[in-house]
């Protein structure tokens, strides 16, 4: 069993920066691969980022370019750097993770492919 527990949540301005971070505990292979997923209410959720266990990345659309995941393995905690926030990045924020992935963008592909959740964080971005 892998436990996923999410911190760095909070309210930031529109163009400002925040940093999430997850780490997982438990029992879990050295292979798997985090990521992030977001919802706001009323939608769907939304794959953010990934990152495998070799340190291949993987982007959802609205967020190339302005996100950044990296990963310390051994420890196999997951950041997710949010820069240049916008509004529209308002939501809750989920850990994610399987096994393994053979591909990192697999992982945030649907939320029907993570294996394991953390509860979540909010974040808000402000105009």
């Known amino acids: 069993q892998v436990r996923l527990a999410e911190t760095g949540g909070g309210s930031v301005q529109a163009r400002g920066s925040l940093r999430l971070t997850c780490a997982a505990s438990?029992?879990?292979?050295?292979?798997?691969?985090m990521g992030w997923f977001r919802q706001t209410p009323g939608k769907e959720r939304e794959g953010v980022a990934a990152i495998d266990s070799d340190g291949n990345t993987s982007y959802g659309d609205p967020v190339k370019g302005r996100f950044t995941i990296s990963a310390d393995n051994l420890k196999k905690i997951v950041y997710l750097d949010l820069d240049s926030a916008k509004v529209e990045d308002t939501a809750m924020y989920y850990c994610v993770a399987r096994d393994q992935c053979p591909y990192p963008w697999l992982l945030i592909a649907t939320p029907l492919n993570p294996s394991y959740w953390g509860q979540g964080t909010q974040v808000t971005v402000s105009s």
């Open positions: 438990g029992n879990f292979a050295n292979t798997l691969c």
